[in-house]
Nanobody, 121 residues
Framework: QVQLVESGGGLVQAGGSLRLSCAASERAFSRYAMGWFRQAPGKEREFVATISWSGHMTYYADSVKGRFTISRDNAKNTVYLQMDSLKSEDTAVYYC??????????????WGQGTQVTVSS
């Protein structure tokens, strides 16, 4: 069982930046691909970004490509989401997730509790 804890959310003005972190309890963290998802009020949860076990491969949703960067530090059992040029439409609860499959955009096995990101215009 992998436990995931997100942090780093908050309130930021449009055009600003935030970095989310997700710490994993699993010592075999490097065996899991990691993903970030988000859910805005009244909307379904959507895929944001994913990163491979080693960190060498990444994949992004078109809506965040060029603005968000996913990375990981396997020595710290942590995955990050650097969010730049934030827009009001990025406002959502952000979740990290873990799965043994590579670069998948849904069906993750393990989920964190989420962290709120609010972008004011």
């Amino acid at each position: 069982q992998v436990q995931l804890v997100e942090s780093g959310g908050g309130l930021v003005q449009a055009g600003g930046s935030l970095r989310l972190s997700c710490a994993a309890s699993e010592r075999a963290f490097s065996r899991y691909a990691m993903g970030w998802f988000r859910q805005a009020p009244g909307k379904e949860r959507e895929f944001v970004a994913t990163i491979s076990w080693s960190g060498h491969m990444t994949y992004y949703a078109d809506s965040v490509k060029g603005r968000f960067t996913i990375s990981r530090d396997n020595a710290k059992n942590t995955v990050y989401l650097q969010m730049d040029s934030l827009k009001s439409e990025d406002t959502a609860v952000y979740y990290c997730a873990a799965d043994v499959r590579l670069l998948t955009t849904d069906g993750y096995d393990y989920w964190g509790q989420g962290t709120q990101v609010t972008v004011s215009s």
